[in-house]
């Protein structure tokens, strides 16, 4: 079977359904995407790239659908000259709404395509409008319903699609749910798992917390609102007060991968520093990490703080899970999919620095109270989202869509 993966940013979702598929040598894998960097055994990179970037005087509301065109174009334009030697898929799998998609009926009208859809974007009632200190303009609302647009395209050329998530697949149009089976990305459980006594120690960063007993983590692609970071950095103040032995260990870039910028060119790590007074000796700014060094942070993590607006769901959050992790958790309706309050962690106000730090504090007064908590996570884990659970079911299901027998 040749398999076509599309995605801007390599692997990205498709590391292990990709190399799975490549281990079987009646099976020919190309993942087409513009990222340099990276390799996976037995998968063969096609890099392309846009002619231009969109033009600055392109509509505000047409910037980003712009840049989609464009790098649909650039695909179309490499995968020609591949096509032209011969090569035609018998499956296309892509990231949706990115504009990789987009043309792939048009290059391969026979081909089947696969689409992993993560978001459909709403103006109201999910991420967009949730913090009623940002509310949003006329400006906003329009702009965000032309986001849709290539979201809209793929999900209407498309044979199948996937979400991880029941939450985020309830957010597509009802007219197009029957396209859409839901299965997560997978977690890796034999990789990430609890061990106990663990410490953290990165040599690298000289940070040894080897002595430490009370370790919260929190981790996150950028430092913004979206993902709760000032309401969790507010919350900090409070629980080293509380708690004098206790260590903070923040995972992730200082940018802003969803939402809004601060308008004084500030960054949200920054304006936090500077807001909350906090002692710096027991608050560790990690960066992004090494998959085994971030492993070893969940797995020495006395208790894990997650936020998130009703947006996607992150692999954090189930990672820290599969790690033993007590995790906190905002009450919002991603997470409530997966963490029932009081059975394998806690809920809490995600606006609400004091709710999150009592909570947190807590659990730091009360351990042995979670160790069922802590079982129960992982069990949740190992039997809804493991790896070796979903990734036959993704495999399943593309060749059952490679095969003719799903029909859009």
């Known amino acids: 079977m040749k398999v076509l993966f599309l995605h801007t940013n390599f692997p990205a979702q498709f590391p292990h359904l990709s190399m799975a598929l490549a281990r079987d040598p009646r099976n020919q894998v190309i993942f087409a995407t513009t990222r340099e960097e990276g390799n996976l055994p037995g998968v063969h990179k ?7 970037e969109p033009r600055p005087e392109t509509h505000n509301y047409l910037h980003s659908l712009e840049n989609v065109v464009l790098q649909g174009q650039g695909l179309y334009r490499s995968l020609a000259k591949l096509k032209a030697k011969g090569f035609v898929p018998d499956i296309i799998y892509g990231h949706a709404g990115w504009g990789l998609p ?3 009926k048009d290059l391969y009208p026979n081909t089947p395509l696969m689409c992993l859809f993560e978001w459909f974007y709403h103006a109201h009632g999910t991420d967009a409008d949730f913090d009623p200190a940002t509310p949003l303009t006329p400006d906003d609302e329009c702009r965000i319903r032309i986001k849709n647009v290539p979201i809209l395209i793929d999900l209407y050329s498309c044979d199948c699609g996937i979400s991880p998530t029941y939450f985020q697949q309830s957010q597509f149009p009802p007219e197009f749910r029957r396209k859409i089976s839901v299965i997560h990305d997978g ?9 106990p006594g663990a410490k953290l120690v990165i040599p690298e960063m000289n940070l040894d917390l080897s002595g430490v007993e009370e370790v919260v983590t929190y981790v996150a692609r950028g430092m913004e609102p979206y993902r709760g970071f000032p309401q969790f950095m507010e919350s900090v103040g409070h629980i080293l007060t509380a708690r004098p032995a206790c260590h903070v260990v923040i995972v992730g870039a200082d ?7 601060l308008p004084d060119g500030k960054t949200y790590k920054q304006a936090m520093l500077e807001t909350v007074p906090l002692d710096m ?3 560790h700014f990690t960066g992004l990490l090494p998959r085994n060094r971030y492993i070893q942070v969940l797995q020495a993590s006395t208790v894990h703080v997650y936020l998130t607006r009703p947006f996607v769901l992150s692999w954090s959050m189930l990672e820290a899970m599969a790690a033993g992790c007590l995790v906190v958790g905002s009450d919002t309706a991603p997470v409530r999919e997966v963490i029932e309050d009081g059975f394998n962690g806690r809920l809490v106000d995600f606006f609400s620095a004091q709710k999150i730090a009592d909570c947190v504090i807590d659990v730091l007064e009360n351990p042995r109270a979670t160790t069922a ?24 299901l593309l060749e059952k869509v490679a095969s003719g027998r799903v029909k859009p």
Request: proline content about 4%; glycine content about 2%.
């Open 102 to 104: 987009t043309f792939m």
């Open 46 to 52: 096609l890099l392309f790239k846009k002619h231009r």
């Open 255 to 261: 940018r802003v991968a969803y939402g809004r910028q």
């Open 373 to 396: 908590m802590r079982v129960r996570a992982r069990e949740a884990i190992q039997e809804r989202y493991a790896l070796r659970k979903m990734l036959p079911l993704q495999i399943a």
């Open 281 to 283: 000796s027991r608050v």
């Open 187 to 195: 977690i890796d459980t034999d990789t990430i798992h609890p061990l």
